[in-house]
Structure formats: structure tokens, C-alpha cells
């Protein structure tokens, strides 16, 4: 791999370099570089030339006629630099900045950049700029998670974690301003930052880069701002709102303020984002004083920047999250002492320096430590139970884990070179130590076979019922200890990547990248190549295409498994409902023991070919559209399945899984006056599994291993938000229209029998189509010289019940059907921010 390396860095060094030419820096506010940002020159003569940026924002033009040039810079999410007067020659080096996009501005005669087709833009990338996450209207404001959902080819599980490109979520890598923040033991995306700290949320589900590696169903990345030479407060719903069930009671608090600023100007600034979260959750189908969860939750977000000099830039950052959910899982059919309390932590600090050498070179590193904590308890020690329509008893599982992440990171971005065409060269390592400990204790747990009321109280039934025909239990499990297990990893990453442009219209960018963990001890190699057409010269329309082998990070749950204890399970029947006899009713099976074996040197790393063809084309009245086909395939993935069924119970994690996610997608987006855009998608996909099941101590399905579709499957998905202004009225003056809209098709689940054994095939069942469009109005005005804006409307306005509940345990002899319930329903909903001085 060192070879490879230096093999590129002398092909960089020993190529052609480039004469003398007119060279024009693009950084932000803060000095930071601005890549791909287009530069135009327009000479006296009407004559144009353009170029972009490079990696170290750079443009070099030579041959340049010395002269006076009006200068035109645009970087979507930046204000544009138009008709500046510049003299240049031959010999020039200007450095030119251009500002982030804000909410209210402080200068009126700027422009938004006009969106446009990016011939750089090699792979496929969807993004919500942080005025699009600000503006957009979905249920939960305050969470950017829920704002994923309207992002093209993200689908939201029934739990929330988001899944790109048909994958699992631990197959996403998640990077917060460029750290890894993937949860490092299962892959979830627990972080939490306020929803008005973002400048952008980038989703790339193919064509990656060879920088990007370690999550193969794509990266997601949560780019947050810093502060600037002016001082900035904003504060959103920081007043607390009531509801009317069971009567009217305290409702949430949602408070969100940010602050940010210079601490010493044009040297050093700060950023700072709170959250807060007070809910009080009430289910009418519970009864009244044990209908209720409250769920506080805590988040800071705090950013230095500071530019040692003009050529070091050191940013460091810390996030806080808390969590404290007093019952957890609560819902209809699973009351308030049936649940854990919930208790998380997380702690994420970074440290990174950007270091711009005279020569060109950028040297970028860093280091980022992200600790993840989590505590389950349950409310006493009754005996937990579940039948058919709901749970009892004190919850069965008390959980604590802890994992670790330190990560270090460098990457060199090298001076662009001409051979046959302009070469940009970026090489880059990244380590990892991950740690995980974990410990569980379980209660016994039974399945009811009918609805009976149980006092949660009484002693286990399974045990002490008489054995007659209204025997009530189907199963009962019991579990072995589960103490204290630590699991470590090391992960060893590298890559080399060119981005080759032989004409502004055509660029290829091949790359290959070198992974290593210290749990499968396997050195893996995965070569990616991308490239993009511009069919003409006015950029309107542009082709895509790339295919990569990817390797998937090892997820250490799975590795830690067996340690999570072994399940036994009893199994009961009646098979004579007419029994006579008071006892000697009831057919017995069992103990059988499951229990979950790996053996790491016996497995290898999955891995992924993903490929996906795409065209970008911009219509009449500057509506942009985009068409791609997208295919990924994995092989040897990992699952835990029973290689011999006559060995009872026994599951071995081995390299079996085989999964095909395909996509057709089209969307269409038009952005407008000032911030105001329209957007609209539709995706028919599939994501599908030859092993579709995924057994755990926790998970009593029994079945042997099937094929099917992921719970997260929704062949046909149609997309839409905007915000636009209402109606040009004076009394409607700065109002807007906010909307999101989301049609698919219901999620897939499967029937079970009161045993918990499987009856359909995996996924046979659909939930009903899922439709739900929220309208709010918004006003902005001022108060006392200072801009306020205030939101009202309606979550789900049609009011379609979109349940996200099912009761799928069927017992075959009654014939019952599987039943609905927890709808969404229809919410009003409103926000009010303040935005600061006029």
C-alpha cells in the first residue's frame, strides 16, 4: 500500500508543470478554501473563461491577456460574487471571499448562487441545505433525523433509523463535519445536533469516492456552521404548548438557541448550538394517570475556529447528548410499567488543522473521539408477559453498554498537474480504535395464547397455572447470564483517488482504497471509477456513470453476540380443547436452547459492487431534473444462521447473506426567488435478501432462514416539499407556504402464531399504503427592531391513520386477521423563532 502511495505522489510530482499563469483563491468568510466553485472572467471584449476550483479553491488561468475582467464566483449555499472589477495579469494571485448563505442577511444587495449543473460533481449526491432543513415542514421539527425522510433514496424504518440505498443503517457511515460518528458497536444513528446548526446534510449512495470505504449502502454526511465576524442569536419555539388529551395538559418544550460570533475579528470565532427537549407523550388508549411518558433530552453543540495564520487553520468542536426516556416503548398496547427507563449519553470531541503549503498542498488532520452510552431498568421484578393485544409485568431486559470510537485522520490534497488534461491528486489515511463492553441480565418472559387480563403482580402464570384446557401460556423463555464482555477492534484505512479532467466537459475519477480491522484480519483492496460528460457547452445537460467495490466495516455487535447470553424456551398446547381432565391437558416441548457462536477466523469481510448510471438536465424556467438507475449487490455478508437444523438451536454468524437493492429514480427541482425552491421525486425500488431473518437472544421468531424483503422495502415512493411564498398580498406581505408530502408503499411485516413461530414467508404482509402531507403558513415581521418569524399548521392535514402498529400474532385455529392500530392522525402544529436585530 506505501508503494502505491508514493507511486502516485511521484506521477503528481513528475508531471508536466504548469507555466506561469493568473491565479484567483476562493475561501469562505473564514478563510477556509472553496472547492468547486465556478469562476468567470469577462474581458472587454465580450471574450469568457472559466474554470473551477480545486480542492484548495484555487483557479489557475494561463495565457490569461493582462486586463481589466469583471469576475462572476458561485457555489451553491454561498452568496454569489457578481460583476466585480478586477485588474489581472499574467502574474496575479487573488484571493477572492464569498459568504455562506444565512437566514436574515445583513447586507441587502447580495444574491443567492443560481443552482446549476456541477460537471465535478462525479457521485451521486443528494443535499438539504441548512435553510432547506430550517424551512422544510415535517413531523418533529426539532429533530433533523425526521427531516432525512424527504431526502430521494432514505427510507425510515418503523424505529427511525434512516436506510440509504435499500442497506442496513450500521452499513451507513455517518461523518459529522467529517469525524466518523457511526454508533461503532451497532451501526445506529443515535447523534443528535440542533436542527439549526446545519449547513448542509449530503446523502451519497453511489459513485462514492475512494475516500469514502466504511459504510457500503453510502455515507451521510452533517456538515454545521461556524461563527463570523458578526455576532448571531437565534431562539426557536421557546415557548412551551399544551394539548387536549384526557384534558388539557403540559404538552412539549422544544427550545433551541444558537450563538455565534467573532473572538478576536478576521482571527478567531465561536458556535454554539443548545436543544432541549421536554415531551409529555399521552396514548388515549391507556387509562387516564398511566397514559403519559416524559422524555427529557439535552444537546449542545460548541465550535472554535481559529486561523493561526493565513496558511494553519485549527477547528476544534464538542457535542453533548442526554437522553432520559422514563418508559420507553410506551404505547397502546405496552403500558407504562411494562417499559424500561431509558437512559443515553454521548460525547463527541474533534480536533482538526488545515495546513495550505506554498506550493499548493493542502495537509488536512485530525482527531475525533466519540463515546456512546446506554442504560436500560426496569420497573420492578414482576414476571413480563405478552399476549395477543398487549404486554405485562415489569420489563424483562436490564441492558448497559458502552462504546468507544478514536479515529484519526489525515489527508493531503495535492497541487492540480497538466498530463493530458488537468490532474487533482488526494491521498489520505484514517485510524480507528473501537471499543465495546456490554452487560445483560434477562427475566423469564411468556407468551400468552389469548387476551386474559393478568395482573401484573400475580406470579408466572406458565408455572403455576393449572395444566387444563384454558391453560393460558404458548411459550416461556429463560435466559442465561450475561455478564460483563469487552470486544475491541482496530481499523486500518488508506485510499488514493485522481480526479482527471481531460476537457472542462469530460472528467474521470478513478481511485482505490486499502482496508484492514484486527477482528477478521483481512487486507482488502476495493478500486472505484466514476466519471462524468457535459454534452454541451452551456452545461445543461450531463451523464454519470461508476461502479466500486466496496468492503464493509465489521460490526461489532454481531461479533459480540454469543456473549449476550443463551435463550430456552418451553413450548405448550393444547391439543383436545374438549379435555376433560384437570390436568394432563397440556402437550409439553421443550427446553430447546438457543444459543449464537462466531469464529472470526472463519470469516471474511463482505463486500459490495455497486454501479449506477445517471442524467442531470436542466429545462425551461430553470427546473433541473435528474433520471438514475442504481444497482447494489452484496455478497458474503454477515448473518447468524443454523448451518445443520438438526443441531437444535445452535446459530453460527458465517458468510452466507447475499442482498440486491435496484432503483429507478427521477426527480425534479426548481429553485426561485430568493430561498424558495419546489421539489418533487419518485423511486421504484427493491431491497431484498436471500437471508432475510434476523435472529438474536432477543428476538423469539423462530423459522429457519428465508428469503425476503427488508422491513424498510417500499417498491414505489413518490416525494415532495417546498417553500414558496403564499399569495402577493399587503397582508400577506412575507408570508410563506411550507409543505412536505410522502406516498409509498406500506412496509412489509410477517404473521406469527401465538409460539412466535413464523407462518408467512418473511415480509409476506404489507402495511396499508402510507400517505401523509403537512401545510404550514409562515409569517415573518418585525418586533421592536428585531425579525421574528411564526409557523402554524397541520402534520398529516388529510388526517389518514398510517399506523405504525400491527398486531401480526395469529392463532391459525381462530382465523383471525392481523389488526392496526397507534395511527399518526392529523396534528396542528406551529414554531417561532427569533432571528435577531433588524
Known amino acids: 500500500m506505501r508503494a502505491l502511495l508514493l507511486s502516485l505522489v511521484l506521477v503528481c510530482t513528475a508531471a508536466a508543470q504548469s507555466a506561469p499563469a493568473a491565479t484567483i483563491t476562493v475561501v469562505d468568510e473564514n478563510g477556509v478554501a472553496v472547492a468547486s466553485a465556478r469562476i468567470s472572467l469577462q474581458s472587454s471584449s465580450s471574450i469568457v473563461v472559466r474554470c473551477q476550483t480545486d480542492f484548495n479553491g484555487r483557479c489557475h488561468f494561463p495565457g490569461l491577456p493582462e486586463g481589466q475582467y469583471l469576475v462572476r464566483i458561485e457555489k451553491e449555499g454561498f452568496y454569489a460574487v457578481y460583476d466585480l472589477n478586477q485588474p489581472i495579469t499574467r502574474t496575479s494571485n487573488i484571493e477572492i471571499a464569498i459568504a455562506h448563505q444565512q437566514e436574515v442577511r445583513e447586507v441587502v444587495d447580495v444574491h443567492e448562487s443560481a443552482p446549476a449543473i456541477d460537471p465535478a460533481q462525479v457521485s451521486s449526491k443528494e443535499t438539504l441545505s441548512g435553510l432547506d432543513v430550517i424551512d422544510m415542514v415535517y413531523p418533529g421539527t426539532h429533530d433533523f433525523r425526521n427531516a432525512l425522510t424527504f431526502i430521494p433514496g432514505v427510507v425510515r424504518d418503523q424505529i427511525g433509523q434512516p436506510h440509504i440505498a435499500g442497506g442496513q443503517t450500521y452499513q451507513i457511515e455517518t461523518q459529522l463535519d467529517g469525524f466518523n460518528v457511526t454508533q461503532p458497536a451497532n451501526g445506529q444513528l443515535v447523534v443528535r445536533v440542533s436542527a439549526d446548526a446545519f449547513r448542509s446534510i449530503q446523502v451519497e449512495p453511489s459513485r462514492e469516492p475512494a475516500e469514502v470505504g466504511k459504510g457500503p449502502a453510502g455515507l451521510l454526511s452533517l456538515n454545521t456552521g461556524i461563527g463570523d465576524d458578526h455576532f448571531r442569536f437565534w431562539m426557536t419555539d421557546f415557548i412551551p404548548s399544551v394539548q387536549n388529551k384526557h384534558g388539557w395538559r403540559f404538552d412539549q418544550f422544544l427550545p433551541r438557541f444558537t450563538f455565534s460570533g467573532p473572538i478576536e475579528k478576521r482571527r478567531s470565532w465561536f458556535y454554539n448550538a443548545f436543544e432541549g427537549e421536554y415531551d409529555n ?12 411518558d416524559y422524555i427529557l433530552r439535552i444537546g449542545n453543540l460548541t465550535k472554535l475556529q481559529s486561523n493561526i495564520t493565513s496558511r494553519n487553520i485549527l477547528t476544534t468542536s464538542f457535542l453533548f447528548n442526554y437522553l432520559r426516556d422514563q418508559y420507553a416503548y410506551l404505547s397502546p398496547q405496552s403500558p407504562q410499567l411494562s417499559n424500561p427507563k431509558d437512559v443515553e449519553t454521548a460525547y463527541i470531541g474533534s480536533i482538526k488543522d488545515q495546513h495550505y503549503f506554498a506550493g499548493g498542498e493542502l495537509l488536512e488532520t485530525g482527531i475525533g473521539l466519540a463515546q456512546y452510552n446506554l442504560h ?32 484519526g485522520i489525515a489527508n493531503l490534497y495535492l497541487p492540480p498537474r497538466q498530463w493530458f488534461g488537468r490532474h487533482d491528486f488526494k491521498v489520505g489515511v484514517d485510524l480507528d480504535r473501537l471499543s465495546y463492553d456490554a452487560q445483560f441480565a434477562r427475566a423469564p418472559f411468556s407468551f400468552l395464547s389469548d387476551s386474559r387480563v393478568v395482573d401484573s403482580s400475580s406470579p408466572d402464570l406458565c408455572l403455576t397455572a393449572p395444566q387444563d384446557k384454558d391453560f ?42 486499502f482496508d484492514w480491522d484486527s477482528l477478521i484480519h483481512r487486507s482488502d483492496f476495493a478500486p472505484r471509477l466514476a466519471a462524468t460528460f457535459v454534452l454541451d457547452n452551456a452545461a445543461t445537460t450531463k451523464l454519470s456513470a461508476g461502479i466500486g467495490l466496496l468492503y464493509e466495516a465489521t460490526p461489532m455487535f454481531l461479533i459480540a453476540r454469543p456473549y449476550a447470553g443463551a435463550r430456552q424456551d418451553t413450548f405448550f398446547s393444547v391439543p383436545d380443547r374438549n379435555c376433560p381432565m384437570r390436568t394432563g391437558c397440556v402437550a409439553t416441548t421443550g427446553p430447546v436452547v438457543t444459543t449464537f457462536g462466531a469464529d472470526t477466523d472463519a470469516l471474511t469481510t463482505p463486500r459490495f459492487i455497486n454501479w449506477s448510471v445517471a442524467i442531470e438536465k436542466k429545462l425551461p424556467f430553470a427546473i433541473y431534473a435528474k433520471a438514475e438507475y442504481m444497482d447494489r449487490r452484496g455478497s458474503r455478508e454477515f448473518v447468524y444462521d443454523n448451518p445443520n437444523s438438526a443441531s437444535n438451536g445452535v446459530f453460527l454468524l458465517q458468510n452466507t447473506r447475499d442482498d440486491r437493492y435496484t432503483a429507478f429514480q427521477i426527480s425534479l427541482r426548481h429553485s426561485f426567488h430568493e430561498r424558495y425552491s419546489v421539489m418533487g421525486s419518485y423511486t421504484h425500488s427493491s431491497a431484498r435478501s436471500n437471508q432475510a431473518l434476523d435472529f438474536n437472544v432477543d428476538n423469539p421468531v423462530l423459522s429457519p432462514q428465508q428469503p425476503g424483503p427488508y422491513p424498510w422495502d417500499s417498491p414505489n415512493r413518490f416525494l415532495s416539499w417546498g417553500y414558496t411564498p403564499f399569495f402577493k398580498l399587503p397582508i400577506l406581505h412575507e408570508t410563506e407556504l411550507a ?9 412489509p411485516y410477517s404473521l406469527l402464531n401465538p409460539q412466535q413461530q413464523l407462518i408467512s414467508a418473511p415480509g409476506a404482509e404489507r402495511f396499508p399504503f402510507y400517505f401523509s402531507l403537512n401545510v404550514q403558513l409562515e409569517k415573518r415581521f418585525h418586533l421592536l427592531g428585531y425579525h ?49 436585530k433588524k
Open 472 to 513: 393460558p401460556c404458548a411459550r416461556y423463555s429463560t435466559f442465561s447470564p450475561a455478564p460483563l464482555h469487552e470486544e475491541y477492534n482496530s481499523e486500518v484505512s488508506a485510499y488514493a483517488e485522481d480526479r482527471w479532467s481531460i476537457t472542462n466537459r469530460l472528467l474521470f475519477e478513478p481511485g482505490i482504497r
Open 788 to 836: 421574528l418569524a411564526v409557523r402554524g399548521g397541520f402534520d398529516n392535514i388529510s388526517g389518514r391513520c398510517n399506523p405504525y402498529v400491527v398486531n401480526n400474532v395469529i392463532d391459525p385455529i381462530s382465523h383471525a386477521t392481523p389488526t392496526f392500530n397507534a395511527c399518526q392522525g392529523r396534528a396542528f402544529t406551529s414554531r417561532i423563532r427569533f432571528l435577531g
Open 281 to 292: 407523550l399521552v396514548y388515549n388508549g391507556l387509562p387516564v394517570g398511566q397514559d403519559n
Open 739 to 747: 409543505y412536505s408530502l410522502e406516498a409509498r408503499t406500506g412496509f
Open 376 to 407: 436500560l431498568t426496569p420497573y420492578g421484578a414482576n414476571p413480563f408477559f405478552q399476549n395477543e393485544t398487549t404486554t405485562g409485568g415489569s420489563f424483562y431486559l436490564n441492558e448497559e453498554t458502552n462504546a468507544t470510537r478514536l479515529q
